[in-house]
């Protein structure tokens, strides 16, 4: 038996639970993958640099305090 979030669980209960988080991650590619691809056929498309200095940039002061 293995302390598994607080309860134990033996070692097939822990593979399943391994193995369900790798399908989730899987899935979670794939969906991001397929958002590309749609942002791709849209014509929204960026250049690396830009993108990455986009994302990078300090978010503005919030005027709502």
């Known amino acids: 038996m293995c302390v598994h979030q ?3 669980a033996d070692s ?3 593979d399943y639970y391994d193995r369900l988080e790798r399908e989730r991650i899987h899935l979670l590619l794939i969906d991001d ?3 590309g691809l749609a942002d ?3 014509g929204r498309r960026f ?3 830009a ?3 986009q994302l990078q940039r300090p978010l503005a002061p919030s005027t709502h305090e």
């Open 51 to 53: 993108a990455l200095a």
């Open 12 to 14: 097939d209960r822990l």
């Open 33 to 35: 993958a397929k958002r």
């Open 6 to 8: 607080g309860g134990l």
């Open 40 to 42: 791709i056929t849209a």
């Open 47 to 49: 250049e690396a640099d």
